[in-house]
C-alpha cells in the first residue's frame, strides 16, 4: 500500500478576540475558530486588559501574550491543543503574580 504525503498549508491568523471564556481568530482564508479559554490557563486567569494586549508573531502563524509569556500557534489551534505547561510551571507563574 502506498501513502501519499499531503503539504497542508496552514493559514494565517489576521485578528483576535477573546471573553472570559472564549478565544476566537479569524483566518486569512476565511474561516473563524473559536476555543475554550480554559485550555489556556495563563489567558484564563488574565484581565480582560491583558488579554486584549496581543500582537501576531510568525506572519501571523502564532499570537504572543507579552504580559503573559503566552504563545499559542495556529496549528496548535486547528489540532485541537490546549496547553502543554505543566502545572508545577502554571502555579509558579500564578504566584509570580501575586507578589507583582
Not at 11 to 26: A, G, M
Not at 33 to 48: E, N
Not at 63 to 81: F, N, P, V, Y
Request: aromatic residues 6%.
Amino acid at each position: 500500500m502506498n501513502t501519499l504525503a499531503i503539504n497542508i498549508e496552514l493559514p494565517n491568523i489576521h485578528c483576535v478576540q477573546t471573553t472570559e471564556d472564549t478565544l476566537t481568530v479569524e483566518l486569512d482564508d476565511g474561516r473563524t475558530l473559536s476555543v475554550p479559554i480554559a485550555w489556556y490557563p495563563r489567558l484564563q486567569h488574565a484581565t480582560p486588559e491583558e488579554r486584549e494586549n496581543w500582537r501576531l508573531i510568525g506572519g501571523g502563524q502564532g499570537i504572543h501574550w507579552e504580559s503573559l509569556d503566552e504563545d499559542i500557534s495556529i496549528q496548535g489551534i486547528i489540532a485541537g491543543k490546549s496547553s502543554g505547561e505543566s502545572q508545577s510551571s502554571f502555579k509558579k507563574w500564578l504566584e509570580s503574580r501575586k507578589i507583582e
